[in-house]
């Protein structure tokens, strides 16, 4: 399995994005796709999960700010990013679980005030 995620950029302060996240390969359909940050001299965090059948999970950080969304059909994850911050500024980082999880390399975002 395969990750591939694009999307990101430089934005300025309440800005917005559209990050997505395809996945390739044989994948079982009982599967769980999200997104990580790591934002610089820190850990990766969890910012949003979706399962297969729609149901989603947010980090309280970016609740009301952050959806995301797939598309069953394409293995796709999608993550809308409104309101941007500069606490946003980090690389993000697809995933895609089942029976392991596994990771896309990362697309950067950077916030710019």
């Known amino acids: 399995v395969q990750l591939q995620a694009s999307g990101g950029g430089l934005v300025q302060v309440g800005g917005s994005l559209r990050l997505s996240c395809a996945a390739f390969g044989s994948i079982s359909p009982f599967n769980v796709m999200g997104w990580y940050r790591q934002a610089p001299g820190k850990q990766r965090e969890f910012v949003a999960s979706?399962?297969?059948?729609?149901?989603?999970n947010y980090a309280d950080s970016v609740k009301g700010r952050f959806t995301i969304s797939r598309d069953n059909t394409k293995n796709t994850v999608y993550l809308d990013i409104s309101s941007l911050k500069p606490e946003d500024t980090a690389v993000y980082y697809c995933y895609l679980s089942y029976s392991r999880q596994y990771w896309g390399r990362g697309t950067q975002v950077t916030v710019s005030s």
């Open positions: 979706i399962t297969y059948g729609l149901s989603t």
